[in-house]
């Protein structure tokens, strides 16, 4: 059972270059989303799914795109990377109801230059 | 301001001591998940509740709805304990996918 697989684990990219975060889950969750984590932060919200073809803003999407075409994929799209976009990414899924934990991927480390 | 407000930001304990981790939140909720990330780490859910008070090993975890106040409890730490630990809020009513995250707190331990 592979869980949530986050691909890749490094990324270097240049300013203005656009690149898609992988993210896949073998739990058939309903819910997939993506978080930014930043020190002194903590963890913050770019975007969510409740669903194959429906997706929603969290706290900070400004220059990232999603979709959501299947239940097991939910890519993270960066259109023009900028140097506020360095940080740590992380996926999570869970099922929709209340009283479901949350399975993370093992993140991907992000440096724009 | 921060909705979730986690206490103390770094705690250095010996091996064996009984720690205490708090989280404080300011909105109405439906449910409080404590994660832990060890150093370079990813993810891991420890405990997910809505109420009462759950236990899983040396790790305990409570909250208080009505004072919006959850505590992590470690009995018997240990150095492999050492990680960040993370209080997370599920919102409630329309909101109740969003997740809004405390700061963690760095715990080491030293044997």
């Known amino acids: 059972n592979a869980g949530v697989t986050q691909t890749p684990k490094f990324q270097v990219l240049k300013t203005g270059q656009s690149m898609t975060l992988q993210c896949a889950q073998d739990?058939?969750?309903?819910?997939m989303s993506w978080y930014r984590q930043d020190p002194g932060m903590g963890l913050r919200l770019i975007h969510y799914s409740v669903g194959a073809g429906i997706t929603d803003q969290g706290e900070v999407p400004n220059g990232y795109n999603v979709s959501r075409s299947t239940t097991e994929d939910f890519p993270l799209r960066l259109l023009s990377a900028a140097p506020s976009q360095t940080s740590v990414y992380f996926c999570?899924?869970?099922?929709?109801?209340?009283?479901?934990?949350?399975?993370f991927g093992n993140g991907t480390r992000l440096t724009v230059t | 301001k921060n909705e979730v407000e986690q206490s103390p930001q770094n705690l250095t304990a010996q091996e064996g001591e009984f720690i205490t981790i708090n989280c404080s939140y300011s909105?109405?909720?439906?449910?409080l998940h404590w994660l832990q990330q060890h150093p370079g780490g990813g993810i891991v859910s420890l405990f997910m509740l809505s109420s009462g008070k759950k236990k899983h090993g040396r790790l305990i975890a409570t909250i208080n709805i009505q004072e919006k106040h959850s505590s992590l409890h470690i009995t018997a730490s240990h150095p492999r304990d050492s990680a960040v630990y993370i209080c997370?809020?599920?919102?409630?009513?329309?909101?109740?996918?969003?997740?809004?995250f405390g700061k963690g707190t760095l715990l080491t331990v030293n044997p």
């Open positions: 909105v109405g909720i439906s449910a």
């Open positions: 999570a899924s869970s099922y929709r109801g209340v009283d479901s934990p949350l399975h």
């Open positions: 739990m058939n969750h309903e819910y």
């Open positions: 997370a809020v599920k919102g409630s009513g329309g909101s109740n996918y969003k997740l809004t």
